[in-house]
Structure formats: C-alpha cells, structure tokens
C-alpha cells in the first residue's frame, strides 16, 4: 500500500484477492416499482450485464427509463424486492462511491476537508492515512484553496465537484456518477469529468449516467436503457450512427434519444458522400475534424 497518494482501485480491493479480478455480474435482476405488489410496473425488467475491473461504462435513457434503478444497483446499494442474482466480483462487499445529480443532498460535513474526512472513515481507511489522503484527494480535484470554506461559498458547480472528490477520495475498485454533471455549466462538469477520468486512469471502474450523449467516447462501453431493459450495449460510435452510419433508425434515436445536433450534421456529410466513417463523436474528434477541414482559425 503506497502512501500519499489516493489509493489504486487493486490496492483498496487487495490485488491478490481472486475476487478482485471477476467480473461485477448481475443475472436476470427486476424490481418492481412497488415491491410489495407483483402486478406493479417494473422498473428493471429482466437485466443481466458484466462490469469488468477498470471498465468505463456510460449508461443512457429517456427519463424514467432505469438508469438510476441500475446505477444503484451496480453502486451496491439496497433496492428494496429486487430478484435475480448478483456477484459483486472486483466491487467488492463495500458500497460503492455514488455521486448524484444534487450535490447538497449528500454533503454532510461543513467544509470539503472534513466532508473528506467522514468519507475516508465510512470507507474503512486506516486513521493514520487521513491526512494525506486527504492532500491527495484535493490535490486530484485541484480543491486544495476551498478545502476550508463553508458551503455557502461554493458555487453549484464547486459543491458538486467537492461531492465528488470526497466520495471519491477512499480510492475504491468502482465509482458511480448518477447524471452529475447535469445542473453542471460546461467548465464544471469538465472539471468533474476530468475527475472521473483521473480515478478510471488510476484503474477504477466508472459507471456513467448521462442524457448528454456529447459525454460519449469511441473508447468507452455505452449501454442504453428503455423501459427497464438494456437495449443497446455496445461502442458509443454505432450507438450514435448506426452500423453501418444511417441504414436505419439509429439505437440512439431507437431509444427515444435525440441525435445530437453535430451528430446529425456527420449523418448529413456521410450520406451525402462528402465524409467517410468513422464520423466524429466526442469533443476531441470534432475538434481534429474541424482543423482537418481548415474550418478553424490559426
Ligand atoms: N424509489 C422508487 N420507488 C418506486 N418507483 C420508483 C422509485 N424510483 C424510481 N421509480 C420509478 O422507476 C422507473 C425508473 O426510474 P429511474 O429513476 O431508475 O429512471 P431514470 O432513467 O434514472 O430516470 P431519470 O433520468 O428521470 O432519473 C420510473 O418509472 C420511476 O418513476
């Protein structure tokens, strides 16, 4: 166990543990809207999935579609009548770190540092580690100057990035972000982004709630909920386009999501000839086709 430093997804599990190397599996999982009433609508129908260690998966949907009832589920916390059967596998026995979409509903201490503090405790650290890794949590998220000050005067955005580098700073083989980033200006939810990404370089497995399909990246596992099914698990490339581009309703538009405005206009480019796949899908890939066209200033 290195010191200073938030702890690696291996070290918080035990990288010699076998179990740290399975899978997150959960076969055939429902639960009902009430679980008490078995005629009450379903709000995971029948999902069966397997989250490796390290993975990225972004989960999408229409309201109301599951993505939370799954995220919660993956996160390890209790749903009340669940069926099905579920091996937490490299997620271990702990729940995982969950950030949700309103930040004050989870800060319970008065500052950063010591929300930090009851985080590192609820996640078992040793007492003789808290101040480092405290350092190193704050130093992650770039928090260090705001790590004192009350809530009061932190904006939304910096309240919900506090949130999630608390959550966060025990390390831990799986965090959930539960649409974080939706009440979030565009700076903000990078910043927070940029987060998630430090923990999943780091060898986390992130799960990644969102409705902003800009979020999608070629490199990450989408998956895409409809009325309490999975009905799309695959690249974030095909689930935009189609495979290939355009020969038929989209997964994205089959899912009762909009096609992003950009998205549309490479749809547009691809079919009339004037672009060949792979079509440009995330901040980066539009920003090097727009240079390639010379449509960006010197
Ligand atoms: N605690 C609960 N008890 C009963 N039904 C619930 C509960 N939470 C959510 N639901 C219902 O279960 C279904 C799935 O909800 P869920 O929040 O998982 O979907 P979602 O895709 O995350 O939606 P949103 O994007 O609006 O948060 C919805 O019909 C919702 O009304």
């Known amino acids: 166990m290195s010191n200073g430093k938030i702890p690696e997804a291996s070290e918080t599990f035990g990288a010699e543990s076998a179990e740290a190397l399975q899978a997150l599996r959960i076969h055939e999982l429902s639960v009902r809207s009430d679980p008490d009433d078995p005629e009450s609508s379903l709000r995971l129908d029948s999902v069966s999935l397997r989250l490796e260690p390290g993975e990225w998966l972004t989960l999408v949907g229409v309201n109301g579609s599951g993505k939370s009832t799954l995220a919660r589920v993956l996160a390890g916390l209790p749903e009340a009548g669940a069926t099905g059967s579920m091996a937490r596998g490299f997620a271990g026995v702990y729940p995982a770190a969950y950030v949700m979409q309103n930040p004050d509903a989870q800060l319970f201490g008065e500052t950063l540092r010591e929300e930090i503090q009851f985080a590192l405790e609820w996640s078992g650290q040793p007492a003789g580690l808290f101040a480092e890794r405290t350092e190193a949590a704050l130093g992650l998220s770039g928090m260090e100057e705001l790590a004192d000050l009350p809530w009061s005067e932190l904006s939304g955005g910096q309240r919900q990035l506090a949130a999630a580098t608390a959550a966060a700073a025990g390390g831990g083989p799986l965090l959930v972000f539960d649409e974080a980033t939706s009440m979030l200006d565009e700076t903000a939810g990078r910043a927070l982004r940029d987060l998630a990404l430090s923990h999943h370089r780091n060898g986390a497995a992130i799960v990644w709630v969102t409705q902003r399909l800009d979020e999608l990246e070629p490199e990450h596992r989408v998956m895409a909920m409809s009325r309490g099914r999975l009905v799309f698990d695959g690249d974030g490339r095909t689930f935009l386009?189609?495979?290939?581009?355009?020969?038929?309703?989209?997964?994205?538009?089959?899912?009762?999501?909009r096609l992003p405005?950009?998205?549309?206009?490479?749809?547009e480019m691809y079919r009339r000839g004037d672009w060949a796949e792979p079509l440009p899908m995330s901040e980066r890939e539009w920003a090097e086709k727009r240079r390639k066209a010379g449509l960006e200033r010197e």
């Open 241 to 257: 386009y189609g495979s290939p581009p355009g020969a038929e309703r989209s997964p994205c538009v089959q899912c009762g999501l």
């Open 261 to 267: 405005y950009l998205a549309e206009l490479a749809l």
